[in-house]
């Protein structure tokens, strides 16, 4: 069985950056596209970012559009977030995510087959 495990979250005053990284435990895993996901506090899970490997490049939430990047090696299965300028909305646990399977669908958790456990993410003022 494959694990996506995700590192890199922490505590960080409102403005600041982080990198939050994920790989999967076996490199001859094949996916077709990794995204985060996360799960502000009280609230349900929310699409953040996602990377496809078949050439539909990068897709964003219009919340992190322009503050987080989403990069990534296919051939090593693994997936990072560079948060930038962060805000106390960001604070939440992030979960990485990944499908085997093609589809042109990003922005649902339900088109991803795989998940990390989460990382947790807090923005202080």
């Known amino acids: 069985q494959v694990q996506l495990v995700e590192s890199g979250g922490g505590l960080v005053q409102a403005g600041g950056s982080l990198r939050l990284s994920c790989v999967a435990s076996r490199r001859t895993f094949t996916t077709y596209a990794m995204g985060w996901f996360r799960q502000p506090p009280g609230k349900e899970r929310e699409f953040v970012a996602a990377i496809s490997w078949s050439g539909a490049g990068t897709v964003y939430s219009d919340s992190v559009k322009g503050r987080f990047t989403i990069s990534g090696d296919n051939a090593e299965n693994t997936v990072y977030l560079q948060t930038n300028s962060l805000k106390p909305e960001d604070t939440a646990v992030y979960y990485c995510?990944?499908?085997?399977?093609?589809?042109?669908?990003?922005?649902?958790?339900?088109?991803?087959?795989?998940w990390g456990p989460g990382t947790q993410v807090t923005v202080s003022l």
């Open positions: 995510a990944a499908r085997t399977y093609y589809t042109t669908a990003y922005r649902d958790a339900v088109w991803y087959n795989y």
